[in-house]
């Protein structure tokens, strides 16, 4: 199925709960956004090795869009994460607006994974989410931002 919607990665909430992966939203050093185009089939039922960057679904070589500097290979840290429990009944994983640098060129994209690049085992580089952006992105030599929703980078409702 090709893009056409947002999800979390069903894995890493089990492994959360489990105890198997030491993922942290707020104090992990590095939680990146990564842009990927169409030949990406975003699945959520995928295993944790499956959900994790440059595997699986996920392999850089061809359909991660990046260039250079501006919005890097293998992501753009997410700044200002915070979790917000303030509405009953949700909470809300939430950063700041995600930009490249000013002179990006980025085409043809649909969507982002956000993964966290600071564990190693017991999968190095798993999965949080993927966000799809609503059809096709592009910029020619401009700055591109990812403006989150209000809701958050991603949302569980309870």
């Keep these: 199925m090709a893009w056409s919607g947002s999800k979390i990665f069903r894995q890493y ?3 959360i709960a489990d105890n198997i992966t030491a993922m942290d939203w707020v104090t992990d050093a590095l939680v990146k956004a990564t842009l990927w185009d ?3 089939v975003p699945d959520n039922d995928v295993t944790a090795a499956n959900s994790a960057y440059a595997a699986g679904q996920w392999v850089s070589a061809g359909n991660e869009v990046f260039d ?3 919005w890097a ?6 700044a200002s994460r915070t979790i917000d429990v303030s509405v009953a009944d949700f909470v809300s994983l939430r950063a700041a607006n995600t930009a490249s640098g000013t002179s990006a060129t980025l085409l043809v994209f ?3 994974m956000v993964y966290d690049d600071t564990i ?3 999968v190095a580089d798993q999965g949080f989410c993927y966000n799809y952006f ?3 992105q592009s910029i020619t030599d401009g700055t591109m931002t990812i403006l989150w929703h209000a809701n958050g980078v ?3 409702t309870l």
Excluded: I, K, S
């Design 13 to 15: 909430v089990a492994d």
């Design 38 to 40: 169409t030949d990406v």
């Design 68 to 70: 250079g500097a501006e």
């Design 73 to 78: 290979v293998a992501g753009v840290n997410l």
């Design 110 to 112: 649909f969507g982002c």
């Design 120 to 122: 190693t085992t017991p």
């Design 134 to 136: 609503g059809g096709t």
């Design 154 to 156: 991603m949302r569980y």
